[in-house]
C-alpha cells in the first residue's frame, strides 16, 4: 500500500515550453500534496505544499506564477513549470502526505528528471 | 525552524562492517524522526521512523532509536550489503506537518 506514482518519468524540453508533472496517491487518499526539488548530490529543497481544493503555500524564494500546482482531488496533484529554462532542470520529486503535525508521514513517488535545453 | 545535521559523506565501507550514520536534530514539541534511502536515480523510500522519545525504528536491519535527550536518531546497520549502496536521509517532522531533511550521506559498500 501507500503507493505514489509521478509521471512522467523523465522529460526533455526546450526553453520556453511549459512542463506538467502529475503525482498521483493510487491506493490512498492524502491530506496533503508537497513538491520537492533535488539537485545533482543535494538534499530534497520543499518547493511547496498543497491541500485539495486551495491553493498551495510555497516556500521562501519559489517563484508561484512559474512553479504552478494544481491540486484537483485527494489523490492528484500537478506540477507546471511555466516557460522552462536550463536553470529548472533538476529531479522533481513528490509526496503525498497523511496525519496531521508531527504524525504526517509522507510517501515519496519516484521522481521526474526535467531537463531543459 | 526545524533543522537536521547528519555526517557528512561518502562513507565507504567493506561488506559485512559495521554501519552508524549519525543525525542530529533540532525541533520544537514533538517531532516524529525518519531515515530515508534514495538509490541511484529513484525517489525516497521509508527505511524506518520514530515517533516517541526511546522509541527504535527497525528494517532490513537498519535501526535507530530516539533519543530525545542527546536530539539524536543514528542509523546503524550491523553488517552491510553491496546492495545497501545509497544516499540516506535522516528527517525530522515537526507541529507544521513538513519535513525537514539532513543533507544525506552516500553510501558505498564495496566487496
Known amino acids: 500500500g501507500a503507493v505514489v506514482s509521478q509521471h512522467p518519468s523523465w522529460v526533455i524540453c526546450k526553453s520556453g515550453t511549459s512542463v506538467k508533472i502529475e503525482c498521483r496517491s493510487l491506493?490512498?487518499?492524502?491530506?496533503?500534496m508537497f513538491w520537492y526539488r533535488q539537485f545533482p548530490k543535494q538534499s530534497l529543497m520543499l518547493m511547496a505544499t498543497?491541500?485539495?481544493?486551495?491553493?498551495?503555500?510555497?516556500e521562501q524564494g519559489v517563484e508561484k506564477d512559474k512553479f504552478l500546482i494544481n491540486h484537483a482531488s485527494l489523490t492528484l496533484s500537478t506540477l507546471t513549470v511555466t516557460s522552462a529554462h536550463p536553470e529548472d532542470s533538476s529531479f522533481y520529486i513528490c509526496?503525498?502526505?497523511?496525519?496531521?503535525?508531527?504524525?504526517?508521514?509522507?510517501?515519496f513517488g519516484p521522481g521526474t528528471r526535467l531537463t531543459v535545453l | 525552524g526545524d533543522s537536521v545535521t547528519q555526517m557528512e559523506g561518502p562513507v565507504t565501507l567493506s561488506e559485512e562492517a559495521f554501519l552508524t550514520i549519525n543525525c542530529t536534530y533540532t525541533?520544537?514539541?514533538?517531532?516524529?524522526l525518519f531515515w530515508y534511502v534514495q538509490y541511484p536515480g529513484e525517489g525516497l523510500q521509508l527505511l524506518l521512523k520514530?515517533?516517541?522519545?526511546?522509541d527504535k525504528g527497525s528494517n532490513k536491519g537498519f535501526e535507530a532509536t530516539y533519543r530525545k535527550e542527546t536530539t539524536s536518531f543514528h542509523l546503524e546497520k550491523g553488517s552491510v550489503q553491496v546492495s545497501d549502496s545509497a544516499v540516506y536521509f535522516c528527517?525530522?517532522?515537526?507541529?507544521?506537518?513538513?519535513?525537514?531533511f539532513g543533507t544525506g550521506t552516500r553510501l558505498q559498500v564495496t566487496l
Open positions: 528527517a525530522v517532522t515537526g507541529t507544521a506537518s513538513k519535513l525537514t
Open positions: 509526496s503525498a502526505g497523511v496525519g496531521a503535525g508531527p504524525y504526517n508521514e509522507q510517501f
Open positions: 498543497s491541500n485539495e481544493g486551495s491553493k498551495a503555500t510555497y
Open positions: 520514530a515517533t516517541k522519545a526511546d
Open positions: 491506493d490512498f487518499q492524502a491530506t496533503t
Open positions: 525541533a520544537t514539541g514533538y517531532p516524529s
